[in-house]
């Protein structure tokens, strides 16, 4: 063989095992612990995988909530899977889970008067929000109780069938469950209903638009 053309298919030998060293290396590089991609919205991180009451659930969309111009809360939104669809966001059959980190600090009490004004925005009737009135009133207390929401707090909400909506602040449980399904989805409504807290969350958390 010519000098030329062995060197040629040499390096053509030399290419093909150096490209599958690559692929191999890529793969188990995605593979790897720790490497899943994630969510960043204003300096939050959002993994893409949570598991709530043992069930795995995806990130559907994250955003950021705005009152005036300043920035409130980073929130995200997971879901069995991924949908564009309120009713099926929203729906009690399996886990849930909202989540939120304060950017600014804020009052608890006035927080938790914007969780009551948003439940009473997105209801149907006077009647159904009634029904709810006791739940509200419980949720705005738990809030209130801490003084002041910080930047840099995290909390979430957890739906788990047969158990309720578990508020968590910073980790900690606070008080029991909030057992009707109907509050859950009451609660969800004040960032995916009619006349949500945010337009531009609302589409971050359907994923239809970043923030």
């Known amino acids: 063989m010519p000098y030329l053309a062995y060197s040629d298919a040499f390096n053509r030998r030399r290419a093909l095992r150096l490209g ?3 692929l191999l290396l890529g793969c188990a590089l995605g593979a790897a612990p720790g490497r899943a991609h994630a969510a960043t919205v204003a300096g939050v991180q959002f993994p893409d995988k949570v598991t709530v009451a043992g069930h795995p659930l995806v990130l ?5 909530r705005y009152k005036a111009v300043f920035k409130v809360y980073a929130a995200a939104l997971y879901v069995p899977a991924k949908s564009t669809a309120v009713d099926e966001l929203i729906a009690t059959s399996t ?3 909202f989540v939120f980190t304060m950017l600014r600090d804020i009052e608890s009490d006035e927080f938790g008067k914007m969780f009551s004004r948003g439940i009473e925005d997105n209801m149907t009737s006077r009647a159904e929000f009634s029904k709810l009135v006791p739940g509200i009133l419980r949720m705005s207390q738990l809030f209130s109780e801490r003084k002041v929401l910080r930047a840099g707090d995290e909390c979430q909400l957890d739906w788990i069938p047969g158990t309720g909506t578990i508020l968590t602040i ?3 449980k606070a008080g029991a469950p909030f057992p009707e399904a109907a509050f859950f989805q009451a609660l969800m409504r004040i960032w995916l209903g009619n006349k949500p807290a945010d337009w531009q969350l609302k589409d971050a958390l359907l994923g239809k ?3």
């Open 20 to 22: 599958a060293a690559a």
């Open 60 to 64: 559907n969309g994250a955003g950021v």
């Open 95 to 97: 886990p849930r889970r």
């Open 170 to 172: 910073q980790g900690q």
């Open 209 to 211: 638009a970043g923030n």
